[in-house]
């Protein structure tokens, strides 16, 4: 059984992995773990084509399902809500700009870390 310290590492670690990621990839970080009340965005990032609010699921191995199962519709609801927030708060640079909804997975198995990308993974018609 792991530990609340192992789950918050774990997810730290899945993070900072995601974010590595996404520069990669050519995105610039604008926020990490912005917060809403309640409401929280694991990263938001923003490349050429718009800002990105990206939720990271992270696990190690074995796993029942793969990380990115695990953000249900009401996980889309909560982040699209803090999304929402955040654009109503964003400076003038950002509110004219789309706006994406992404999942990276982080696979955590000592030295090997997979990362897979899902770039508009969902489209919160719901707000």
Request: charged fraction near 30%; charge should be negative; hydrophobic fraction near 35%.
């Given at each position: 059984?792991?530990?609340?310290?192992?789950?918050?590492?774990?997810?730290?670690?899945?993070?900072?992995?995601?974010?590595?990621?996404?520069?990669?990839?050519?995105?610039?970080?604008?926020?990490?773990?912005?917060?809403?009340?309640?409401?929280?965005?694991?990263?938001?990032?923003?490349?050429?084509?718009?800002?990105?609010?990206?939720?990271?699921?992270?696990?190690?191995?074995?796993?029942?399902?793969?990380?990115?199962?695990?953000v249900t519709v009401q996980k889309q609801k909560?982040?699209?809500?803090?999304?929402?927030?955040?654009?109503?708060?964003?400076?003038?640079?950002?509110?004219?700009?789309?706006?994406?909804?992404?999942?990276?997975?982080?696979?955590?198995?000592?030295?090997?870390?997979?990362?897979?990308?899902?770039?508009?993974?969902?489209?919160?018609?719901f707000i």
């Open positions: 059984m792991t530990t609340d310290q192992e789950r918050k590492n774990t997810g730290k670690n899945g993070e900072d992995t995601a974010c590595r990621f996404l520069m990669s990839k050519g995105h610039t970080i604008i926020e990490r773990n912005w917060r809403l009340g309640h409401l929280e965005v694991d990263i938001i990032s923003m490349d050429r084509a718009g800002i990105h609010f990206v939720e990271v699921k992270t696990r190690r191995p074995p796993m029942q399902a793969d990380p990115q199962e695990s909560r982040i699209a809500a803090a999304a929402a927030g955040y654009m109503a708060t964003a400076g003038r640079q950002y509110r004219e700009m789309e706006c994406m909804f992404d999942i990276v997975s982080v696979v955590l198995g000592g030295e090997e870390i997979e990362v897979e990308y899902y770039p508009e993974a969902y489209i919160p018609i």
